[in-house]
């Protein structure tokens, strides 16, 4: 059925993925696994648009048993398979009848007719619809940081928390410095504080207590957003948010509408890697066997921590996550995933 | 620690980036340029000798700050001087005493006179001891204070530049302007006065040779290991001090003996002995002592005036009343400091003991000898528990913790700040140690503290706080800074988070601190 082609394009994405060392930025990880996605739909042949979501659910599967952890190759595919069922209904015109549609259609809509489709235009279509997604990946750190002179004003004074791996968050406060003056905190580890940028002033995580006083917004950089306004972050953010909520410090997440997870993930603990502990060689040598080291990568931040999600299109409170879901995902995909 | 020490001078470095590429040049400069200006001021206002004053004190402070030890010859000696004149003083009163006294009673003229010779050595000695040791001391202290004050001064001195640049700034500008004022105001006699309204020159007091050359060695000794971070908790601290305090107490004693003055008055005279002492300590009252070792002081001072001689038929073995009061004293102090670090550990391990039975995995943050006792102890008792060490980060204080577990044989888990929220899911209990434990029932602890404590109200973990008894302080947070113990901040954590304070008294509620205060009479009164 799959061509070579394929086949070797996936192991080469494979490959991608396990030979970095650390985490690539999400970005990547999108744009990598939707010109998969699109190569797939170009190569491979299909007879009914239930053939082609069967393709790219299989494809997703795959990829995601390869990389468990990383819950932004099931968003992708739930996001291109939704494309290619609005394609279809597109097609279909509005006569036809889903049993998701409102009560309200279903009652109006009486009497669906089974109008046949052209795969090739759904093909053809879909192609288009996803290049349109890519550029949207594309600019998504833009459309993010253009709404940061929206979110920060003049003399705020902003904490922010691993600026070194979010490229999004610099671009969130290069963009609120073009237009307002602030100043920023810029949580580091205490080897870091050299390599911080001059524009923050770095602080020590356990420092964050004191700061958090004259600090008047928390900024952190979000890896998933789930469905319940829960979301995770880099770890050592939820006792950032913590403090923040103590102070009645507002706490923004930022994160791209690929970072948002159709479902709920019932222990979220259970997909938290762990990252390698820095601790010198001769410490690592007495300590190894006797002393557990717990490094987890991620903390799980909920829904009551946070004031509101910057995405790309707009930002929204942990409530409507929910809704906002609904726009990039097919509830049948979510649910036969 | 070492960690800390590092990172220092790296966020000075950062912060001097901005201002200045070469500081130590860049000081100097700046430190001439203004001598210069003010030298100009005192010829354009017609007053150079006043000038002279500021001038001497930044130059003073310039050469101190770059490395120069041999100019403290100059205050030293008129140091000296001062003393020996008192010395003179001192004599010609005992002489003129003595005389008296010997005129009185004529019979007995030979006793008087070899006293006075035998005393006239002794005072002789004291003179050149004192006179030998300052120096030694101001050395020694040079020697041990440099490194670090190079590191921590950097941001007062930049501050006392500036301030200095706006007051040179504002007085050539009054100068132009205002001739005449400053001319009437130079001649009066209120030069003093004047002088203090001086810019500060940019170096601490505490560097003062003159103001060391009272100060004891022991006290200086903990003043520079606190500087070099070598004392970095307040246990160790308490009980140096009462090391030193105990050292400088035999030393007075003996001092005393040989004057033998009227052991009335021991109390009193030692009370007065010991503020230049404690003075220095606090850096003149700057800062505030950290609150613990301040209850310590608070109680010694209390004891110190119980002594006037009111109590000597207690005294049973001791002839000299001065001694036998001297001896109590001692004999205070090492209870103390025996009931507060070694008692306490086991008193307060003991309450802990049930509460830790039936839990699967404590958790404790940064180092604190009292929780360490208690860990080891309740591993004893219960080899399954589990032990989640946190550090601020990796390789910090907390190592000491995993370090003497695994020595002890036991294993343990441990984390870093950042990794709590998962850590502390998996804990079902949190001990902390702490610096206070304020009148209102909030907790000073570490930094970072909070922020544990936060996590566990989040994860509804009960949180733990042991402290002996002598942490309870009569006051709330007024300062943020303490004296000695300054890199080592604490945080507070209020009382809403904390669910008990296990103490050698028992296990209370952090709404029950005042209760405490009144118990062991630590409140003020």
């Known amino acids: ?337 | 620690m070492t960690k800390k020490r590092h990172s220092e001078p790296q966020k000075t470095t950062t912060t001097r980036k901005q201002s200045q590429e070469d500081p130590v040049g860049g000081l100097k400069l700046t430190l001439e340029k203004l001598s210069d200006e003010v030298k100009n001021l005192g010829l354009v206002l017609g007053i150079s000798t006043e000038t002279q004053k500021p001038d001497q004190s930044n130059a003073k402070s310039k050469e101190e700050s770059t490395s120069g030890k041999n100019d403290f010859a100059r205050p030293e000696m008129s140091q000296e001087d001062k003393q020996e004149q008192r010395k003179a003083k001192a004599a010609e009163k005992k002489a003129r005493a003595e005389a008296a006294a010997a005129k009185k009673a004529q019979n007995a003229p030979q006793v008087a006179a070899p006293k006075n010779k035998k005393e006239n050595p002794e005072a002789a000695k004291s003179d050149n001891q004192k006179d030998e040791t300052p120096p030694k001391e101001v050395i020694k202290t040079e020697k041990a204070e440099n490194p670090p004050t190079e590191n921590m001064e950097e941001e007062p001195k930049e501050k006392a530049v500036r301030s200095v640049l706006k007051h040179g700034g504002s007085g050539q500008n009054n100068g132009k302007g205002v001739h005449f004022d400053l001319n009437v105001l130079t001649k009066t006699e209120s030069e003093e006065s004047l002088a203090t309204t001086l810019p500060e020159p940019p170096v601490l007091p505490m560097e003062d040779a003159s103001s060391i050359a009272h100060i004891h060695p022991a006290f200086l000794t903990i003043s520079a290991r606190c500087e070099r971070e070598l004392v970095d908790d307040l246990e160790q601290l308490c009980k140096e001090f009462i090391g030193a305090f105990r050292e400088y107490l035999q030393e007075w004693a003996a001092a005393r003996l040989r004057e033998g003055s009227d052991p009335k008055t021991v109390g009193h005279d030692l009370d007065l002995a010991i503020r230049p002492q404690l003075a220095h300590l606090t850096q003149f009252g700057r800062w505030p002592l950290p609150y613990a070792l301040g209850n310590i002081v608070r109680q010694l001072k209390k004891e110190i005036l119980k002594m006037d001689g009111s109590r000597t038929s207690f005294f049973n073995g001791e002839k000299d009343p001065t001694m036998a009061q001297i001896q109590v004293l001692d004999e205070w102090l090492e209870d103390t400091s025996r009931t507060n670090f070694n008692l306490a550990y086991d008193a307060i391990a003991l309450h802990l003991n049930p509460k830790i039975k039936n839990v699967h995995s404590v958790m404790t943050y940064d180092w604190c000898p009292v929780v360490n006792h208690v860990l080891l102890a309740s591993l004893n008792s219960y080899p399954k528990l589990g032990v989640c060490i946190v550090d601020s980060e990796l390789n910090g204080r907390g190592i000491r913790h995993v370090n003497s577990l695994i020595e002890n044989g036991y294993r343990c888990q441990y984390t870093d700040l950042k990794s709590v929220g998962y850590a502390i899911s998996k804990s079902s209990m949190v001990v902390l140690g702490c610096s206070a434990v304020l009148s209102n029932g909030c907790v000073a602890a570490t930094k970072g503290a909070l922020q544990i404590a936060l996590a566990a109200k989040a994860f509804n973990v009960p949180l733990l706080v042991a402290s002996q008894t002598f942490k309870f302080v009569d006051k709330v947070q007024s300062y943020a800074r303490t004296a000695l113990l300054s890199r080592d901040a604490v945080e507070l954590i209020p009382s809403m988070l904390v669910t008990a304070i296990v103490t050698d008294i028992r296990i209370l509620p952090p709404s029950a601190a005042p209760a405490v205060l009144k118990a062991k009479a630590l409140d003020l009164e």
């Open chain 1, 1 to 337: 059925m799959e061509s070579n082609e394929i086949e070797s394009l996936r192991r080469s994405l494979v490959a991608s993925f396990r030979k970095r060392d650390s985490r690539e930025s999400s970005q990547k990880v999108a744009l990598q696994v939707i010109n998969y996605l699109r190569k797939v739909v170009l190569q491979e042949k299909f007879e009914s648009l239930h053939q082609l979501i069967q393709s790219l659910h299989r494809n997703g599967r795959v990829l995601s048993a390869v990389e468990p952890n990383e819950l932004i190759i099931i968003n992708i595919v739930l996001m291109v398979s939704k494309l290619a069922r609005d394609e279809a209904q597109a097609t279909k015109g509005p006569g036809s009848l889903t049993p998701y549609d409102s009560l309200y259609t279903l009652w109006r809509e009486i009497g669906s007719n089974e109008k046949s489709f052209n795969i090739k235009k759904i093909k053809k279509d879909l192609i288009q619809s996803i290049k349109e997604i890519i550029t949207e990946v594309e600019t998504s750190r833009d459309s993010i940081a253009s709404q940061a002179s929206e979110l920060i004003n003049s003399q705020d004074v902003v904490l922010v928390y691993s600026l070194k791996n979010s490229p999004t968050l610099d671009g969130f406060l290069a963009s609120a410095r073009r237009t307002r003056k602030y100043r920023v905190y810029n949580v580091v580890k205490s080897t870091e504080i050299d390599d911080s940028p001059d524009f923050a002033t770095p602080i020590q995580h356990c420092d964050v207590g004191n700061k958090m006083c004259e600090t008047t917004k928390v900024v952190l950089s979000g890896a998933a957003v789930f469905p319940d306004g829960s979301c995770l972050v880099p770890a050592g953010g939820l006792t950032i948010a913590l403090t923040a909520q103590r102070h009645s410090v507002p706490v923004f997440v930022l994160a791209a509408f690929y970072k948002i997870t159709p479902f709920f993930i019932p222990d979220p603990s259970a997909l938290n890697t762990s990252c390698r502990a820095d601790i010198p060689f001769d410490l690592a040598n007495k300590l190894s066997g006797k002393v557990e080291l717990i490094q987890p990568a991620f903390d799980i931040l909920p829904s009551q921590l946070i004031s509101l999600f910057v995405s790309n299109s707009s930002s929204l409170i942990p409530a409507h996550v929910n809704r906002l879901k609904e726009d990039y995902y097919h509830p049948q995909d979510i649910s036969e995933f």
